[in-house]
């Protein structure tokens, strides 16, 4: 039997569509089962803490656990790698750091491609970074500062609390923008920075803010500038860095992202939820107890946050000549 040509279409066009079915009805029911969120930095450090503190208010939400895997090492680039070689089902997720746009230009040769490789689902904080210098410094400020560095080239001692962190190419950014010479010495994490910072075998450090705080105010250490384009709410009474070197910016920014080919329905509706997450009161004060300002927006925002902070950094990593371990 000859079916007519409109017939014909319609059936057409039916079987073309029953495939997808299946892949819109499981987006609308995710999550069915628990999700993996992978934390690319040990326990019990502000990315564990955010982690957990997300990862928590999503369960309760979504009706399924949000499981931390913490997977250290290789400068964040072993964990970033697990969620590119994972399903594209959203049931790996990655903790974004300020290490994944860094490294994309610290590294010569990764078998992975940041922006390409995962999609952005949600921002969640900027956090600042602290200026911090010790006592027996006789800058209080940081004109007097620049000024005390330029009268002394290359005498001043700046820690860095790794080659190619934040807080390494937030100091690099510093010294460009303000002129001055300073030797970086490099450590294995910020403890062991501040604690030579603090006895005063180095005088200057970008340091995170959440481990500081303490000893900002016990007077081991001076606060001259926060990092970020405003005050920190922790610090209320420090100024940035950018009221005297106009355009400077540099922060801990983090997100969620997934494997690329991640369905769209999934993704947006994972942005929602952190988003509304993000957006509680209760949230929000605990991420300001450590130092967080709330960044919120669609996937799409995150992507080009994503993108600026690659292509600043990327001017850094190249002026400075830094080069990993």
Do not use: C
């Not at 250290?72 to 969620?83: D, F, K, L, Q, S």
Request: hydrophobic residues 45%; positive net charge; proline residues 10%.
């Amino acid at each position: 039997m000859k079916l007519p040509r409109r017939h014909f279409l319609r059936l057409a066009a039916g079987a073309f569509s029953i495939p997808a079915m299946p892949t819109i009805a499981s987006a609308l029911d995710y999550p069915t089962r628990p999700v993996r969120i992978i934390d690319p930095f040990p326990p019990g450090g502000v990315s564990d803490t955010l982690a957990r503190l997300i990862g928590q208010q999503l369960s309760g939400r979504l009706g399924q656990p949000f499981v931390i895997v913490n997977q250290p090492g290789g400068a964040t680039n072993i964990a970033t790698e697990a969620v590119v070689r994972a399903a594209p089902d959203g049931y790996t997720l990655l903790l974004v750091s300020p290490s994944n746009m860094i490294n994309a230009t610290l590294y010569d040769k990764l078998s992975f491609n940041f922006i390409r490789d995962i999609a952005p689902v949600a921002s969640i904080m900027r956090t600042p970074l602290v200026m911090l210098v010790n006592p027996s410094v006789p800058a209080k400020t940081v004109p007097e500062f620049i000024a005390y560095a330029k009268a002394n080239p290359g005498k001043l001692n700046m820690a860095s609390d790794g080659i190619g962190s934040s807080g390494d190419v937030a100091g690099e950014l510093f010294k460009m923008m303000a002129g001055v010479d300073m030797t970086i010495v490099p450590y294995r994490g910020a403890p062991p920075a501040l604690i030579d910072l603090i006895s005063g075998r180095v005088q200057i450090m970008f340091a995170p803010m959440p481990p500081t705080l303490a000893h900002i105010r016990a007077g081991k250490l001076r606060a001259l500038a926060v990092t970020t384009a405003v005050r920190a709410a922790a610090l209320p009474d420090v100024p940035t860095l950018g009221d005297f070197l106009p355009g400077y910016e540099a922060s801990v920014l983090n997100g969620i992202g997934a494997p690329k080919n991640t369905p769209s329905e999934i993704i947006n509706k994972l942005n929602t939820a952190i988003d509304a997450v993000v957006a509680d009161p209760a949230t929000k004060a605990r991420l300001a107890a450590l130092g967080g300002m709330v960044v919120m927006g669609s996937p799409a925002d995150f992507g080009k946050l994503i993108a600026e902070e690659t292509e600043k950094w990327a001017k850094v990593v190249r002026a400075a000549s830094i080069k990993p371990d």
